[in-house]
């Protein structure tokens, strides 16, 4: 946990910055570890049950890791009258996970939002990747087991299928 000590030499003397040391955290490990809340905690003199506590209050912490791709189905209004439950149980048997869950390989996260401000796209997912982000509209059950694949492949083994 060394790799937060540059964190914590800027922030940990600093009166209500524990926001900014999980935030500093978790883009340096890409969420918040037990090993990181127990390292801050004795480095800061805060408990861990306090870090816990804000860690699980704002939804921006993450305490599990993330998938390389994270996919954001909307689930708004114009959204679940075109089918969006549907994308989302296509999704969920495809990659065997389910909202807030990241598949086995750590390739895809699941995650149902309440808006992506898409509407005349409906039904609608964002992919979030290190490509950056992608929009993908008019969803049908066929097209986005194809999406998935597509991203698989190029994240992997070409030609390669998201096992079910």
Same mark, same amino acid.
């Given at each position: 946990?060394?790799?937060? %000590? =540059?964190?914590?030499?800027? #922030? ?10 999980? $935030?500093?955290? $978790? ?11 127990? #390292? ?24 599990? =890791?993330?998938?390389?791709? +994270? ?23 495809? @990659? ?15 995650? +149902? ?13 964002? /992919? ?13 059950? %066929?097209?986005?087991?194809?999406? @998935? %694949? ?6 992997? %083994?070409?030609?390669?299928? /998201?096992?079910?």
């Amino acid at each position: 946990m060394k790799i937060l %000590d =540059p964190i914590l030499a800027e #922030y940990a003397a600093v009166p209500g910055s524990l926001i900014a040391i999980l $935030q500093k955290t $978790q883009e340096v490990l890409g969420y918040l570890p037990k090993e990181a809340i127990e #390292y801050i905690a004795a480095e800061t003199g805060i408990k861990p049950a306090k870090i816990y506590g804000v860690a699980t209050f704002y939804t921006q912490f993450r305490l599990h =890791p993330i998938g390389r791709y +994270i996919l954001l189905i909307c689930m708004g209004t114009a959204c679940h009258v075109n089918g969006a439950e549907k994308i989302v149980e296509a999704v969920s048997e495809r @990659l065997g996970i389910k909202d807030g869950e990241t598949t086995e390989d750590d390739l895809f996260t699941l995650n +149902i939002v309440a808006c992506l401000g898409c509407c005349s796209l409906a039904p609608v997912m964002m /992919v979030r990747g290190p490509e950056g982000e992608e929009v993908f509209g008019n969803l049908t059950r %066929d097209s986005v087991i194809k999406i @998935l %694949d597509r991203i698989a492949s190029r994240s992997g %083994d070409e030609g390669a299928e /998201v096992s079910v």
